[in-house]
């Protein structure tokens, strides 16, 4: 399984987003596919899942703000990202994973990751 993430870019305080991971050799609704982000310095950290039978799960820091969903027939997961403010600035993941929902907020239980998409946040 490959995964493929896009749409991040230099946006001031305030302003929008939306990331896209592209999946191929495997299909999307087979997986929780969950974003993290690593912002410099920092470790990586979860920022949101979507699991299997379509349930969401957010970090705090973003609830409100940001929105996970997936399309099936595209085979994508995508992240809309609003309201950014500038410690949103970090390289955002996808990720891939057959783990439970209780922990789909642990990353080490992801198997296939994207490269990742810088986004910076501008103050």
């Known amino acids: 399984v490959q995964l493929q993430a896009s749409g991040g870019g230099l946006v001031q305080a305030g302003g929008s987003l939306t990331l896209s991971c592209a999946v191929s050799?495997?299909?999307?609704?087979?997986?929780?596919m969950g974003w993290f982000r690593q912002a410099p310095g920092k470790e990586r950290e979860f920022v949101a899942a979507?699991?299997?039978?379509?349930?969401?799960k957010y970090a705090d820091t973003v609830k409100g703000r940001f929105t996970i969903a997936r399309d099936n027939a595209k085979n994508t997961v995508s992240l809309q990202v609003n309201s950014l403010k500038p410690e949103d600035t970090a390289v955002y993941y996808c990720a891939a994973t057959t783990t439970i929902w209780g922990r789909v907020t642990e990353d080490n239980l992801y198997s296939y990751w994207g490269q990742g998409t810088l986004v910076t946040v501008s103050s």
């Open positions: 979507f699991g299997w039978s379509g349930q969401t």
């Open positions: 050799g495997g299909t999307v609704r087979r997986y929780t």
